[in-house]
């Protein structure tokens, strides 16, 4: 059994603070923000702040992990059997509510991914999560036709999600019609 004192104790709650700090500004719109924002968030010094974390990197590993925590029960199985409609339906259903939960923290990330290897690591991370998750959901569907799960993997994906809900301005409801639609298209060999 790890013991744990006072001192480390207090030191986990502060990386956590100072985590949930940056994910809480980027949530409520704050393009990028400041140590100083991060500190009066946190309610830690900014001299903590820099003591806390080695780096700019271990900042970014932190609030990663944070941000995996919070979205993890978003994060449903969907059954692979069943017919094809259902599945798209709970599948498009599901990663709304992800695509809709991380969208400031994505953009974000997205426009720190080219300097920090942690982000473009993540990135990446995900980026295979989610296609594996493509690749069982549909797999009688895509079977190896690696082709059609890029494309299945480009219709489903964050950034698709960010354009219909940004870039073409459609509401949520909207957008999932659009990728469920999307979707079926591709996925259904009967039409």
């Known amino acids: 059994m790890t013991v744990v004192d006072g001192r480390s104790l207090r030191r986990m709650r502060n990386k956590d603070a100072a985590a949930d700090a940056i994910l809480d500004l980027l949530l409520e719109g704050a393009g990028a923000p400041t140590a100083q924002q991060v500190a009066e968030r946190s309610g830690v010094s900014l001299r903590s702040i820099f003591r806390l974390f080695e780096d700019v990197e271990g900042l970014h590993a932190a609030a990663i992990q944070r941000q995996a925590g919070r979205i993890g029960a978003l994060l449903t199985d969907v059954p692979t059997d069943g017919p094809l ?3 798209i339906t709970a599948f498009v259903d599901g990663r709304a509510r992800v695509w809709e939960a991380i969208a400031p923290v994505r953009r974000h ?3 720190l991914a080219a300097t ?5 690591g993540e990135l990446a991370r995900t980026r295979r999560f989610f296609r ?3 690749r069982v959901l549909f797999a009688a ?4 036709d690696d082709e059609l799960l890029d494309a299945v993997e480009a219709a489903a994906s964050w950034e698709s999600w960010d354009l219909l809900r940004n870039g ?6 909207g957008a999932v019609r659009v990728v469920a639609r999307t979707l079926r298209a591709l996925l259904d060999k009967e039409s």
């Open 116 to 120: 920090s290897p942690v982000i473009a």
């Open 132 to 134: 594996k998750q493509l």
């Open 85 to 87: 409609d259902s599945r």
């Open 109 to 111: 990330a997205i426009r």
């Open 168 to 173: 073409h301005g459609l509401s949520r409801p």
């Open 141 to 144: 569907e895509v079977a190896d």
